[in-house]
């Protein structure tokens, strides 16, 4: 029996084997990105379809869905709307053949690497089409076709209801015969994998908005009502999506004044969330062969961007009609990231089980061989097997790339008639909406669409009716865009500047010249009430105030460090240190993590500069209390300053092979030490890196051994390398000096 059981794994292994899978290049899309960061959505739409006329097209056919979603989000910005509709709706439908595919070859999911396979979209790209969908058809004048695509989001039995539903039992049901065969060899799994979560997002607000919005277009006043009652209920019931308060205006939002007519203005600011490739590993000790002991995954990370946060935007009638704030109604970001998070651990299982496989069969294998021919021989294969395993994996980046952030709204109440309007989202993205005609009785909709740029502050965006020269002094101050639209505006009273938008003032009075900005984030593995205490700590810091301006900590930045998935990193990811350093205009980030190591605990910090998403120094030191950190803290912040001070330009980027969550931490820490010798920047992901460090580590009969080589990133070809013994984790911190020459020699 056992024997069969190995041949059926052979042969699923050597399936999942030549099926290479091919990661998708970033720089594929900087064309259509390039064009997209000006606002220039027509020229990404050209993009695109230049893009898919290359011999080797940009979206394959395996990934049809993401380009009728990037092309579909363009056409809908561009105003383009019929067609955006049609290639909405195609991509929805190619969703929903591409799930029912999935349900009939579950199995087959846990031996191919997912980029073989046809790209089956994300839920909340799912979502956001009947949204955008939504949109398409009242621009279009069809306020049926508007709620029919609402409805698939809101009624019961619809996505958002369906949505919880979609992981239950996922795990038991598609991965149980391919335990069974595993556990009939011996193997044993850990049973601590990470499962797929409950969603915590069961109703949109931005949804429910549009739908008490077009109930009213349609004289359908009662459930008009009933779809206000469950905009209100929405932002009790997903606190982790709406950190925020509900818009100030959504109670009275179906009060109009007699005589007056609406307009309803709907801006949506930045990009969404993009994915990245992040490697994590994991020990396999029933392996016996020390090469496939610690198998590698690559697995889908998303990471902010750039112009992510939140954004300031000034709506201006020129004729007339006071000032209000836009206010923020849904971070799609943020429900980007929760039913992401969903089907992250359906994910990390499928790859688990997947690299579980082809170790196996390449373990039984040296095994095999050193019967036959010895040790070395099966040394050398297991070695061998190890490079190609790792080669056959890579994280299913693919996505739809231009989602908007944040969705925000608000109203102005006008006297019915022609007006024009700007909307200024700050850092000249000003689009104008002239000759709009607003009519008592009827709904009057724009929206207004800026991906580009980095957030422009922390109060809300703000719609200011101007004087009456400021038509003229926008056009001469920046080359206004016009956007297209269906309806007018209104205007409410000038609301008086919110708390945030005077202490943002106040903070940019206050900014000392030609300081660089630092941004300090909370430690992660520590306690909640220490990371808070740390960074308190940290701020003060002499050093760090005389050198940089110290840049605050958002509401959305803190929302997003109290994720239960940053606060137990157990290393510096750069690429989301840097983002949330973006989202906030900083030069530099300082990212930090506490260890414990026994009785005492590991201190590491780095500085991240933000342009790079590289560590260019960091410092690491034990300690027993929080108090004795913080008499440490002085020492180590001045090796951050230093380090900052140093210039980088030309320095090679040095990536590690993997994110070492598994490994060592003595690897994190070799890094630092890398870093300090202003030869290399480090970053934790592999891209555009010159060399790569590779390290293994084994645990002989009286010590532990680590051996660490330096890569030539392109070939591969071994740069350096070194070794050292140790027998005790401070033992080990204590010869890294002496691996650093042995590398750099």
Not at 87 to 99: G, K, Q, V, W
Not at 112 to 129: K, M, Q
Not at 546 to 556: A, C, F, K, Q
Not at 610 to 635: D, T, W
Request: charged share 20%.
């Amino acid at each position: 029996m056992k024997t069969k059981n190995l041949r059926q794994l052979y042969v699923l292994c050597g399936l999942g084997i030549l099926m290479i899978s091919c990661a998708t290049r970033p720089d594929l899309y900087k064309d259509m990105e390039l064009a997209v960061s000006r606002d220039d959505y027509e020229g990404g739409i050209a993009a695109i379809k230049a893009g898919q006329e290359a011999k080797k097209p940009v979206y394959p056919e395996s990934n049809a869905i993401s380009l009728r979603l990037d092309k579909g989000l363009l056409e809908h910005y561009a105003g383009n709307y019929y067609e955006s509709a049609q290639d909405l709706a195609e991509a929805e439908r190619l969703m929903e053949e591409a799930y029912t595919k999935s349900i009939s070859e579950a199995a087959a999911s846990y031996i191919v690497n997912d980029n073989t396979r046809e790209y089956p979209g994300e839920d909340y790209e799912d979502i956001y089409i009947s949204v955008f969908n939504a949109l398409n058809y009242y621009h279009m004048g069809d306020i049926g076709g508007a709620l029919v695509e609402i409805r698939k989001l809101t009624h019961s039995g619809g996505k958002l209801d369906t949505l919880s539903l979609k992981y239950e039992n996922a795990r038991k049901s598609a991965g149980t015969w391919l335990l069974e065969q595993l556990e009939k060899l011996g193997f044993t799994l850990n049973e601590a994998l990470p499962q797929g979560e409950t969603v915590n997002f069961t109703d949109s607000a931005l949804a429910r908005y549009l739908s008490v919005l077009f109930y009213l277009a349609e004289r359908n006043y009662d459930s008009a009502r009933i779809e206000h009652e469950m905009l209100l209920e929405t932002f009790s019931g997903s606190p982790k999506i709406y950190y925020h308060s509900p818009p100030g205006f959504i109670p009275e939002m179906r009060n109009i004044p007699q005589g007056k007519a609406r307009l309803h203005i709907i801006g949506f600011a930045g990009l969404s969330p993009i994915k990245e490739e992040g490697q994590f590993e994991q020990f396999f000790p029933f392996f016996r062969h020390i090469a496939l002991q610690r198998p590698q995954f690559k697995l889908p990370m998303l990471v902010p961007r750039a112009s992510q946060g939140t954004h300031n935007i000034r709506v201006s009638s020129s004729t007339g009609g006071g000032s209000i704030f836009l206010e923020l109604i849904e971070d799609m970001g943020a429900v980007m990231a929760e039913t992401f998070r969903a089907r992250f651990g359906n994910i990390f299982f499928k790859t688990y089980i997947r690299t579980m496989l082809k170790y196996a069969a390449a373990d039984i294998g040296a095994r095999a061989a050193e019967k036959k021919t010895g040790a070395l021989a099966a040394q050398i294969i297991a070695l061998a097997a190890q490079k190609a395993l790792y080669a056959t994996e890579s994280a299913d980046v693919r996505m739809a790339r231009f989602f908007p952030d944040k969705a925000y709204v608000g109203y102005m109440d006008l006297e019915p008639g022609i007006h024009n309007v700007t909307v200024d989202f700050g850092g000249g993205a000003i689009k104008e909406f002239n000759g709009l005609d607003v009519r008592e009785g009827g709904l009057n909709l724009i929206q207004a669409v800026s991906l580009s740029g980095a957030p422009t502050g922390e109060n809300n965006i703000r719609i200011i009716s101007p004087p009456a020269n400021y038509a003229s002094e926008t056009a001469q101050a920046a080359p206004a865009q016009t956007a297209q639209a269906t309806s007018p505006a209104q205007t409410a009273p000038e609301a008086p500047p919110t708390e945030q938008a005077m202490q943002a003032v106040s903070l940019s009075e206050q900014t000392a010249p030609g300081k660089p900005r630092l941004l300090i984030l909370r430690f992660t593995g520590a306690p909640e009430s220490e990371d808070e205490k740390i960074n308190s700590i940290l701020s003060v810091q002499t050093t760090l105030n005389s050198e940089y301006e110290i840049v605050p900590l958002s509401r959305e930045a803190i929302a997003f460090m109290l994720r239960p998935e940053y606060r137990s990193s157990p290393f510096i990811y750069t690429p989301v240190a840097a983002g949330i350093g973006r989202m906030l205009n900083a030069d530099y980030v300082i990212s930090g993590y506490l260890r414990p190591m026994g009785d005492r605990n590991l201190a590491v910090i780095s500085i991240i500069h933000v342009e790079s998403a590289a560590i260019v120094g960091g410092s690491y030191r034990m300690f027993g209390s929080l108090e004795e950190l913080q008499n440490i803290l002085p020492g180590m912040t001045d090796n951050l300053n230093a380090a900052s001070k140093r210039s980088i330009s030309g320095l090679p980027i040095l990536a590690a092979e993997s994110n070492a969550e598994g490994r060592h931490a003595l690897i994190q820490l070799l890094l630092i030490d890398l870093t300090n010798t202003g030869k290399f920047i480090v970053r934790t992901s592999a891209a555009s890196a010159a060399y790569v460090l590779r390290a293994n580590g084994m645990n002989l009969e009286d010590r532990n051994a680590l051996s660490v080589q330096i890569l030539n990133a392109k070939n591969y070809d071994i740069f350096s390398g070194g070794n050292i013994y140790y027998n005790t984790f401070k033992n080990g911190m204590e010869q890294l000096p002496r691996l650093v020459i042995q590398l750099l020699d």
